[in-house]
């Protein structure tokens, strides 16, 4: 302060012809101390107001730069702002002081700690950090700037294991109690937001007993302190740092103190006996040596004597300059070229007051200007503590932050870091590890957010994201993966031609057609025969037609199913069946009249000849036609995905579109299988060897028994089955009639030619 005060009253531009001066109180950090020099200030420094031309104003306090403390700055304000006294404070970041409803008067140059706060919480959401400790200086600046902390850092996510607050005030049982709590903690990350006497007096706790290794997050009050590098299991630490500076010609001024200068000021007598370990004047102290004047301050390394890591000097080198800026604004006039200040008129505070609050100028490179919460732009640079090949640990710049930048552009790194332990990997600091996708994150009771359990998605759901909160289902068509963190398409299922189930049931099909044909075949060869004569050979010959027809209509039900094979299949099956069991029940009704016919005076046969077994046939047949065309012109089947039946894969099948019409239909042929079964039962005790009524009995009695079982098969199949149930109905009422009413008839023909005859057909009495 003394040297940017020479600096400017040794300046012809700023302020010419005016010097400033100035009184420097030690408020010794305790808040009654700065309170009294407050009202001592305030109250003016003399009670005369001279008028001469070297000392115009010297009773008035036009600014006061500090205090350096939050606590006293914030009890020095309210009187200073009660008498529009402007304070720039050099080192006081709560929060709390930018209320100007509160502290109208206040200023700085250095950020508040609601810019640090949200600093401190990305820094640790850029890392990955989720689960971290909290200590805190029991004051305004530790319990402000951790409360602001706290707030960023839930807004990011971030949880908080533990918040702890103590003072150096405390006793030590309370210190230790705070230490306790780090050791016992399993977040491995520590933000602390205290000052550096505090965070001194943890420390040397901490090490008296070793601990877990911690990743030290670290505020401006402390992280540059260079008495806490001492502390070798903090190295890693990193944190926001005040802008390291340069400010020229502060080293010369620092060295060049004469005997004279440093007798004269009792501050720097003490630094001097200090720094020398000698007295000034007369040792009262027989182990004390007499400073001689051989002390050469130019060789002394200390703390006084570094001016490499100018950080907090430069916010008070900048608040002195803010001051003088305002008093020249409000004094001084630029016109052509020259500047002319007023050194008699008489100023208020108030004044000085409200140009502070339009000073706007950059001195050796750095910009000062206040907002209007009283605070400057807020940049920061990113310390870190390093290791180096000494072993000694040393402060390096790895980054910066600047609040001016655009959201998300604020933060950047431009070294390597190294961390807790020297480690060269970031550390992990989770209170549970990350849920992968294909599971759900599941708060666990009674803890924060970041604590969780990773539940594996339900059945039909996924999570392609980490850390999912919810998983979500697939689309219809779409079933997840075994990792159920994708959905893939279902497979689509139908009976096909490249399976077992389907080749096999297309060889039955086919079988069956050429046993129809070849059967058609002998009975064509031996149409002359007197068995097959006797046995009505044109309705044997449609009826092996339309066996033919059921055998391969089957075929219709396999593969793919699309809109003409969804009409086809159960048309072609209604109208084929119904033509078959047609012309059995012709067949029925020719052995019912032929033997009516033998009996003496009879001339049924008349009314029941081949004209009439062919209307029979048509007529039944045409009645399914009508069923069958009503139901494709109002409801025809359509294929359908059926995606109720299996969860994993798609049926794909046809949808009967009537229900009504597939069971009228069905209804239908077995209407007339009922009354085929009821003749042929009636006509089953006539001569067998005239007739074959109990070959149709038989046949008909497999039909129904097929026919009535596949009704609940059909319905409690599932997926493609229900197609296999239907075709296997059909092959099986089928081979049914085609083995009971023509085996029979092609083994006498083939195998036994001697029955074949029309003497052994006639012959009543045999055996």
């Known amino acids: 302060m003394v040297f940017a005060i ?66 006293p700055s914030i009890s020095m304000s309210r009187i200073m702002g009660a008498f529009n006294i402007p304070q720039v404070s050099h080192f006081a970041t709560c929060a709390c002081l930018s ?42 600046y530790g319990n402000n700037g951790m409360a602001s902390f706290l707030e960023a850092a839930q807004k990011e996510g971030i949880c908080v294991e533990y918040s702890e607050s103590f003072h150096r005030t405390h006793p030590r049982s309370r210190i230790q109690a705070v230490a306790d709590v780090i050791r016992r903690s399993t977040a491995m990350v520590v933000v602390a937001f205290a000052a550096s006497a505090e965070l001194r007096i943890l420390l040397e706790e901490l090490s008296l007993k070793p601990s877990p290794p911690r990743q030290w997050i670290g505020s401006e009050a402390w992280v540059t302190n260079r008495d806490l590098l001492r502390f070798s299991f903090c190295a890693g630490a990193i944190g926001f740092a005040i802008q390291k500076s340069v400010i020229p010609g502060l080293r010369k001024f620092l060295l060049d103190l004469s005997p004279t200068e440093v007798a004269a000021s009792p501050l ?57 800026h ?21 100023i208020e505070s108030r004044q000085i007051l409200n140009q502070l609050k339009k000073v706007n100028f950059t001195q050796n490179g750095y910009d000062v200007s206040f907002d209007a919460n009283g605070d400057p732009v807020a940049t920061y640079e990113l310390v870190n503590w390093q290791k180096s090949e000494s072993g000694s640990i040393e402060l390096v710049t790895v980054g910066l932050y600047d609040a001016s930048l655009p959201v998300g552009q604020e933060f950047r790194i431009n070294r390597n870091l190294t961390w807790v332990e020297g480690s060269t990997q970031v550390p992990v600091s989770v209170c549970s590890d990350s849920c992968p996708p294909g599971t759900r994150k599941v ?93 009505n050979s044109e309705l044997s010959f449609l009826l092996l037609f339309s066996l033919t027809l059921c055998f391969l209509c089957s075929l219709t039900f396999i593969g793919a199913p699309s809109d003409w094979s969804c009409m086809l299949r159960h048309t072609a099956f209604g109208i ?48 399914q036609v009508l069923i069958c065309t009503i139901w494709l012109v109002l409801s025809p089947p359509f294929p359908i995905k059926n995606l109720t039946i299996y ?35 009636l006509a089953r005790k006539l001569p067998d060897n005239f007739n074959e009524a109990k070959l149709i009995t038989f046949s008909m009695l497999i039909f129904c028994a097929v026919w009535i079982t596949f009704i609940p098969a059909y319905v409690s199949s599932p997926g493609k089955f229900t197609v296999a149930v239907e075709i296997f109905a059909i092959l099986a009422s089928s081979f049914g009639l085609i083995l009971c009413i023509f085996a029979p008839k092609c083994f006498i023909i083939l195998f036994k030619p001697e029955k074949n005859t029309k003497k052994h057909l006639m012959n009543k009495n045999q055996s």
Request: proline letters at 5%; hydrophobic letters at 40%; a negative charge.
């Open 99 to 140: 209320d100007k409803q509160q502290y109208p008067s206040f200023f700085r140059t250095i950020p508040s700690d609601q810019f640090q706060a949200d600093a401190l919480a990305k820094l640790v959401k850029h890392f990955g950090w989720t689960w971290i400790g909290a200590i805190r200086s029991d004051s305004d």
């Open 443 to 535: 708060l666990q009771k009674g803890k924060p957010i970041c604590c969780y359990n990773c539940i594996p998605c339900p059945e039909g759901e996924i999570s392609n994201i980490t850390d999912s909160s919810d998983c979500f289902p697939c689309p219809k068509e779409f079933w997840p993966n075994a990792e159920r963190d994708t959905c893939l398409p279902k497979p689509v299922e139908f009976l096909s031609f490249d399976e077992v189930l389907g080749i096999i049931l297309a060889a039955f099909s086919v079988g069956g057609a050429c046993l129809a044909i070849i059967t058609a075949a002998v009975f064509f060869h031996h149409r002359t025969s007197p068995i097959v004569r006797a046995n």
């Open 268 to 324: 720097l007598t003490e630094f001097w006996e200090d720094a020398f370990n000698c007295r000034l004047g007369k040792s009262t102290a027989t182990d004390e040596s007499v400073c001689d004047g051989s002390e050469d301050i130019q060789t002394l390394q200390s703390p006084y004597t570094d001016t490499s890591q100018l950080r907090v000097t430069n916010m008070v080198y900048k608040a002195v300059y803010a001051i003088a």
């Open 326 to 346: 305002a008093i020249h604004n409000a004094v001084c006039q630029d016109a052509n070229s020259t500047t002319k200040c007023d050194k008699i008129t008489r």
């Open 647 to 681: 969860k994993k894969r798609i049926i794909l099948e046809c949808a009967l579109g009537s229900a009504i019409g597939f069971w009228a239909v069905l209804g239908y042929i077995g209407l007339l299988a009922v009354f085929c079964l009821v003749l042929a039962v």
């Open 576 to 623: 084929t069946f119904v033509l078959c069991i047609s012309c059995v029940l012709g067949k029925t009704i020719v052995v019912l009249m032929a033997f009516k016919a033998t009996l003496p005076g009879s001339n049924v046969m008349k009314w029941f000849g081949p004209p009439q077994q062919r209307m029979t046939v048509v007529s039944f047949t045409f009645v």
């Open 6 to 71: 020479e600096e400017i009253n040794n300046s012809t531009e700023l302020l010419p012809g005016i010097k400033l001066g100035y009184q420097i109180h030690d408020s010794c950090t305790s808040v009654p101390v700065t309170v009294h020099v407050a009202f001592q200030l305030s109250n003016g420094l003399d009670p005369v107001f001279y008028t001469g031309d070297n000392c115009s104003q010297s009773g008035m306090v036009m600014a006061i730069v500090g205090e350096s403390g939050s606590t």
